[in-house]
């Protein structure tokens, strides 16, 4: 993997993008000189439309972005491939025929697009008929060895069996006397020279995987392995870069004392990230207002009661406020008490069900954005009576409120809803992962991918 900006990003991601760059820049060269033979037009050099090829393939790779063309899913499927390219290149497009209009001029032809379209979508699906029998080779995994026969290697095993897997695990070594899980695990006893192993074996990672590391940290075994120039990895830190999240069966405050995470640089990242937040919270309310206005009517002749919910919820460092969204439950919704949302929950309403499957009812908190009380990327905020609940059951839960709660965040966009503890648990390794390693760039990230989670009502109930 490819570490941009304190994510990781796979190297099979990095290619397949780099790749589909060119092509889309290509495409767009092609349409236009086809274009322009067919209205007799003498071509001009090629540098007096690099501008012009640079925005349609920045505009497309945005979208495909946004609509997980670059997914797990995407890559293991190119039926799912294919389906997303054609709405990425169509949102693509028509926001490029948006922008020509806006600026007045004519960078994009309407009857260049046309074609762009269609030869884009052919050389990208061409692109992953030819490489998607590399992408999921030995030449782009990782070779492990895992240094340990325990639980925590049976799951990295489990781990490196899913398709999107990066790694591919060459051999595990018991460390201790006890029974291992891993049966095939050899004993350390049975190895003479580890350092030659690992060099014998081509392996690029160790990954220490031992259940009890007291008295057992074999440091002069990984010394060695270190200076042969092999990267030597600690199991939290392993799954964190593997699955995107911090694994809590695993975190103890040391790890988290001193892995990389919370630095000084986030200054900058908080500063620019405001900026960030008044601009576009602004923009938004402005855009929304007469959605906001149309659908503030309909929920009000839907169902009795008032058009906004308003609801205390807690914010940055623990402090409770006021969030305010379109109403889409009955007034009456929890006159037992708070309890969590359900699947087909019999308390929304029927104007509701819709705004809450295109997160409409959403769009007022752009004011508590403007105000600072939250931001759009972010956990998502709950209620004191839940929090005060997970905060017993759950260890670190408050670590989640290091940073501002959001209207979208890496926990929404990479897991469905959930209402229940366990779901709790599962969003909490999500949450705490973006409050560790948050820049600008996870936040672009996120905010493109929310549009997939809107598009195909992922997590919505």
Not at 2 to 23: E, G, M, N, Q, T
Not at 117 to 127: P, R, Y
């Amino acid at each position: 993997m490819i570490r941009l900006f304190k994510h990781y990003i796979p190297h099979a991601v990095i290619l397949l993008w780099l790749v589909d760059a060119i092509l889309l820049v290509g495409a767009n060269e092609l349409s236009w000189q086809l274009r322009a033979s067919q209205i007799g037009m003498e071509p001009a050099a090629l540098s007096t439309r690099l501008a012009a090829h640079s925005g349609f393939a920045l505009m497309i790779l945005l979208a495909m972005t946004a609509v997980g063309v670059y997914g797990s899913d995407a890559l293991r499927s190119l039926r799912f491939a294919g389906a997303r390219i054609l709405v990425a290149i169509s949102l693509g497009v028509i926001a490029l025929a948006f922008v020509d209009f806006l600026l007045g001029g004519q960078t994009f032809w309407r009857s260049t697009l046309a074609y762009a379209m269609g030869l884009a979508i052919v050389l990208l699906m061409l692109n992953r008929v030819l490489l998607g029998s590399l992408l999921g080779t030995a030449a782009f995994r990782r070779r492990v060895l895992v240094l340990g026969a325990g639980n925590r290697a049976e799951r990295l095993r489990q781990l490196s069996h899913r398709p999107e897997a990066g790694f591919a695990i060459v051999g595990y070594v018991a460390m201790g006397e006890a029974a291992p899980a891993v049966e095939e695990a050899i004993a350390r006893g049975a190895i003479h020279n580890l350092t030659r192993y690992v060099e014998n074996l081509g392996v690029s990672e160790v990954v220490l995987a031992l259940e009890e590391r007291r008295n057992a940290l074999p440091l002069k075994d990984l010394l060695r392995i270190k200076t042969a120039g092999v990267h030597v990895n600690e199991f939290s830190s392993f799954l964190e870069r593997e699955t995107g999240r911090v694994d809590l069966d695993t975190l103890n405050p040391s790890w988290l004392i001193f892995s990389d995470g919370f630095s000084s640089g986030r200054m900058l990242s908080s500063a620019s990230k405001r900026v960030f937040d008044v601009a576009a919270s602004a923009l938004l309310l402005v855009l929304t207002a007469p959605l906001i206005v149309i659908f503030a009517v309909l929920v009000k002749l839907d169902s009795k009661g008032p058009a906004f919910f308003r609801q205390t919820r807690v914010g940055l460092f623990g402090q409770n406020y006021e969030c305010v969204k379109l109403r889409s439950m009955r007034t009456d919704a929890e006159a037992d008490g708070a309890q969590w949302a359900t699947e087909d929950d019999p308390r929304v309403t029927r104007i509701g069900r819709f705004i809450r499957k295109v997160r409409i009812d959403e769009l007022p908190q752009a004011w508590s954005v403007l105000k600072g009380q939250m931001s759009f990327v972010g956990p998502r905020p709950e209620r004191p009576e839940f929090v005060a609940d997970l905060e017993e059951q759950l260890p670190y839960y408050a670590e989640r409120h290091m940073v501002k709660p959001g209207i979208t965040g890496w926990a929404q966009v990479n897991y469905p809803y959930g209402a229940s503890i366990e779901d709790s648990r599962n969003k909490l390794e999500y949450d705490l992962y973006y409050a560790k390693n948050y820049t600008p760039f996870l936040d672009l990230l996120i905010i493109l991918q929310t549009l997939r989670v809107v598009l195909w009502h992922e997590g919505a109930r």
